[in-house]
């Protein structure tokens, strides 16, 4: 019992400690979003056909309400598939928040974050050389995100409720991943993952698509804490579109669509996380 508390202060120490920087950061991302947020939508509805250039650049801010706008834009067909592919491929959810409260090295956020953006052009370009369809632009009914991410009017308010739900995963995690590192030890848990560059980002990719911001907090958390592969970081977030996915499902009538949307993107995902773990590790 008094080894399990020691655990418990340990942990919630940790987390108490980064709750200043994900504040920071959560009310720095607010203001960006609400001030930039109709922006966004008209620079990527008139990119036309460099509408991934767009997408793939302006996704990487880490707010569920991009990617959502975006799928609700594709349904309408004022984006093409591309430049929706090049959005959730970019952006990453929690991610750079939980990286600058971790205090990583900006060399490799900036890496990380060029890689997501570049990857999210090429492969955004290469599904519109694929797929072509063409249809009117129509008018779309805007599909509020505040039923998955809480937004809220007052930025201080939304960034506060982001914070403290973070802060809840992350002691969570924390806690649970002590727990499996004090059972099956750590040399044990680190020879048994990062040594399997291929089904690491098989499985991280599965944990991208879930639609909630806890899995780009359980990936990010597990790279840092050096227990998965760059590689397998890498695809769990190219997957990871946070609530895009189930905007998408809601907003556009066409199911096998939407289904090879998700196989386009978990592929990719996977694909880039399988190369990077052998050039990389």
Request: charged share 15%; proline share 3%; net charge neutral.
């Amino acid at each position: 019992m008094e080894a399990l508390l020691d655990v418990l202060m340990d942990v919630a120490l940790d987390v108490a400690k980064l709750i200043p920087f994900l504040f920071l950061t959560y009310w720095a991302m607010e203001f960006l979003e609400h001030k930039a947020g109709n922006q966004f939508k008209q620079w990527v509805q008139r990119s036309g056909k460099f509408g991934p250039v767009i997408g793939g650049v302006l996704g990487i801010v880490p707010q569920c309400g991009f990617s959502a706008a975006a799928s609700g834009l594709y349904a309408g067909r004022v984006i093409t598939m591309g430049t929706l592919i090049a959005i959730y491929l970019s952006t990453s959810d929690e991610m750079l928040p939980i990286l600058i409260s971790e205090q990583a090295a900006p060399l490799l956020i900036g890496k990380i974050l060029l890689l997501k953006v570049i990857i999210g052009i090429v492969f955004g370009f290469l599904v519109d050389m694929v797929y072509h369809e063409k249809k009117p632009m129509h008018h779309i009914h805007e599909i509020c995100e505040h039923d998955h991410c809480q937004c809220d009017k007052s930025i201080v308010k939304s960034a506060l409720i982001h914070t403290l739900q973070i802060a809840f995963f992350l002691f969570i995690i924390s806690l649970a991943l002590e727990g499996v590192l004090q059972w099956i030890g750590e040399d044990a848990l680190a020879e048994f993952i990062l040594n399997r560059p291929v089904l690491g980002p098989i499985l991280a990719g599965i944990v991208g698509l879930i639609p909630n911001c806890a899995s780009s907090v359980i990936i990010t958390k597990l790279y840092l804490e050096k227990t998965i592969l760059f590689g397998t970081m890498l695809a769990g977030l190219l997957t990871n579109a946070g609530v895009g996915v189930l905007v998408l499902f809601r907003t556009n009538g066409k199911k096998k669509e939407n289904l090879a949307i998700v196989g386009v993107l978990y592929g990719v995902g996977v694909a880039m996380g399988i190369l990077f773990s052998f050039l990389v590790g």
